[in-house]
């Protein structure tokens, strides 16, 4: 290729790039015509989206129904207008305490929003580096998971609250959260004790991760819910909710720790080494050195079992707890809002992606966050 | 075997700071160490040669207790390596280690890889830590990367960072395990003049290479090692000029081929 212009031998300038090189034109040609394979592509995706899109808009937006007190009314609503009747979200906004709240105490909901609101306080200073007084922020993340049980549950001055009144979208969170929480430190746990050079720890570790790995969550929660009460002296009575609690705890625990150990592995042998040969004793070469990269390289995968982890919540049903999808279900039994389980459906698949989606974008951002160029 | 150190150099003194006595080691069954007897005093630079797989590695290594020895003795600074983990840890902080493939830890700076056992072996606070591994930095010429992640810097630097951060510790002894066969050629200078001054400032050192010149220059005894033994130790003068054993020449002449 020639240039039009001669420069002297060492003199060439930084030219701009061709304009078909950057920009919106040079980012279209490069991403979504570059050859035919991805015009093709680019093609059936658009009218893909052509086919999808149009409809969905109509039922979401532009023929739902947002106000109405039964299912004739929001049918008789559409037809005034002279549309198709799209979602009856009115059913949703009829319902959406009891989705949120479960049968918590009317007067005493004010201690769930509070929760909340501390719980998302509480996350502030753990998942985010650069914020004001994070270091105050970090202890007040410590003492927060009491402070919001005891809202929650009551007692010591609060009218106490039986957990059996928990449901909807708080139950989600109190398992989720907790299980989130509690299944990281115990996954590391699990995780260091299977590579322990003591053969009675690492058998312990081994056998607890295959026995939880090998049955279904489902089977453990039955556990939990019913044959526990044989083991336990009788008259003990021992909170439905907590043993949830623990055995979802304890199964994504199982999971995080073989998970934690792949990170483990990936490990080059002379990290440790180098920390050993400096005179790092074992528990501060894991804390400073070893977990650190175990963990950044785990994150996707840790992040992918929390996921997991959330949606599994959903099965507490089974054993007669209302999470949302149970609420719902309760509610279409309903005669007023007979036949409305499309929106109940999408109403809960909507609130289970925003909390998953967040948690995947802020795998990402931590992975791009903890990229030091290796 | 071991001789008292030729008079040809001056910082040696008569302090014996390593004493291997009759050591022996095993990988299973593979008796990898025979008999393995090496007195090292203060100020020695002795240049550790020998084939690949003839056990250079796993005698140094046994020094520091990266590997664990079975039978025979290593005193080293007058502690004896048991499993008394007090021992272990004694000597690991008189003993700071080079590796062949630098071994920087990559999620922390250069700065924090230098400060980081100060504080956390020796409770040096914070500051002085960091100071003193600018210090350091500076002696190996690469005080304006201390904030760099290992993985920007190039291999020449990384090693030199990685004795900076064994220099930290202030050790006695420093051991070397081939510092600079993983690097490229025009690296390998840099890295061998920042050891070429600590010999200078009387440090001991082991060091297992291939860089005769090296040898030649700054070590004052060379060791030659196959299968598992000390086969000959001499003064680099001798050793290079006047092999005795007949695998040491054979080996001589192949490295010294190319
Ligand atoms: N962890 C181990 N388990 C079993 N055998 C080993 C182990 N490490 C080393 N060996 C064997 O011990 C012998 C000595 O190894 P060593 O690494 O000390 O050799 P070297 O002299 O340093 O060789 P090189 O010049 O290639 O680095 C080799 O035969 C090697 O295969
Ligand atoms: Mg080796």
Redesign the pocket.
Same mark, same amino acid.
């Given at each position: 290729m020639s240039t039009e212009q001669s420069y002297e031998i060492g003199e060439y300038p930084d030219l701009a790039p061709p304009v078909t090189e950057v920009g919106i034109i040079g980012w279209i040609r490069h991403n979504l015509f570059s050859s035919t394979t991805n015009i093709v592509i680019t093609v059936l995706t658009i009218y893909f989206l052509y086919v999808i899109i149009p409809p969905m808009l109509n039922w979401i937006f532009l023929d739902a129904v947002f106000v109405a007190e039964s299912r004739d009314d929001c049918r008789a609503i559409a037809q005034a207008a002279g549309q198709e009747l799209g979602a009856c979200w009115a059913f949703i906004g009829k319902r959406f305490e009891i989705f949120v709240y479960g049968f918590y105490p009317v007067e005493e909901r004010w201690r769930v929003d509070l929760s909340f609101i501390m719980m998302l306080a509480a996350l502030v200073p753990v998942l985010f580096d650069h914020v004001p007084y994070r270091k105050q922020g970090l202890w007040f993340s410590l003492i927060a998971p009491v402070i919001i049980g005891w809202l929650l549950i009551g007692g010591m001055g609060l009218t106490p609250v039986p957990t059996d009144k928990f449901g909807g979208f708080m139950l989600t969170l109190t398992i989720g959260v907790t299980g989130i929480v509690g299944s990281l430190p115990i996954g590391i746990a699990l995780a260091l004790g299977r590579q322990s050079h003591m053969p009675a720890l690492r058998m312990v570790c081994v056998a607890f991760i295959e026995f939880i790995r090998g049955v279904p969550l489902i089977t453990l929660l039955f556990v939990a819910s019913t044959m526990l009460n044989y083991f336990l002296p009788p008259g003990t009575t021992f909170d439905l909710l907590l043993r949830v609690l623990i055995m979802v705890t304890l199964f994504s625990s199982a999971y995080i720790a073989e998970v934690i150990r792949g990170g483990l592995q990936a490990l080059p042998k002379g990290q440790i080494e180098a920390a050993d040969s400096m005179g790092l004793k074992y528990w501060q070469s894991m804390r400073l050195i070893i977990l650190p990269q175990a963990l950044k390289i785990s994150i996707p995968g840790i992040v992918n079992t929390f996921i997991g982890l959330y949606k599994d919540t959903t099965l507490v049903i089974i054993i007669g707890l209302f999470d949302p999808l149970g609420m719902g279900r309760a509610s279409l039994a309903d005669t007023k809002w007979q036949g409305l389980s499309t929106e109940i459906y999408v109403f809960v698949a909507i609130f289970f992606f925003v909390s998953c989606f967040s948690m995947a974008r802020y795998s990402l951002y931590l992975e791009k966050k903890l990229h030091t160029g290796h | 075997m071991s001789s008292q150190p030729e008079a040809a150099d001056l910082h040696v003194s008569d302090e014996l700071v390593i004493n291997i006595k009759d050591m022996h080691k095993w990988? %299973?069954s593979?008796h +990898?160490l025979k008999n393995v007897n090496l007195e090292v005093y203060r100020g020695e630079r002795i240049v550790i040669c &020998?084939?690949? &797989?003839? &056990?250079?590695?796993?005698?140094i290594?046994c020094i520091n207790r990266l !590997?664990e020895h079975q039978q025979g003795q290593i005193i080293v600074d007058n502690v004896e390596l048991t499993n008394d983990l007090k021992n272990i840890d004694a000597i690991r902080r008189e003993v700071g280690m080079v590796f062949?493939h630098f071994n920087l830890f990559p999620h922390l700076t250069v700065l924090e890889n230098c400060a980081l056992a100060p504080i956390w072996v020796k409770q040096v606070p914070r500051k002085e830590a960091e100071a003193t591994a600018m210090k350091y930095l500076t002696r190996v010429k690469i005080p304006e990367q201390a904030e760099k992640f290992p993985g920007q810097l190039s291999g020449g630097q990384q090693q030199r960072v990685a004795i900076a951060r064994s220099l930290c510790m202030n050790p006695r002894i420093m051991l070397f395990? !081939?510092p600079t066969s993983a690097l490229d050629p025009e690296m390998i200078k840099e890295v061998l003049d920042v050891m070429i001054e600590l010999a200078k400032e009387g440090m001991t050192m082991l060091c +297992?290479t291939h860089e005769m010149g090296f040898a030649k220059t700054v070590a004052n005894r060379v060791i030659f090692?196959d299968g %598992?033994e000390i086969i000959e130790e001499n003064n680099p003068h001798e050793f290079f000029d006047n092999p005795q054993h007949e695998r040491t020449k054979l080996f001589l002449s192949q490295i010294l081929a190319h």
């Open positions: - | 990988y %299973g593979f +990898v &020998g084939p690949s &797989g003839s &056990g250079k590695s796993t005698l290594r !590997e062949q395990d !081939e +297992v090692m %598992g």
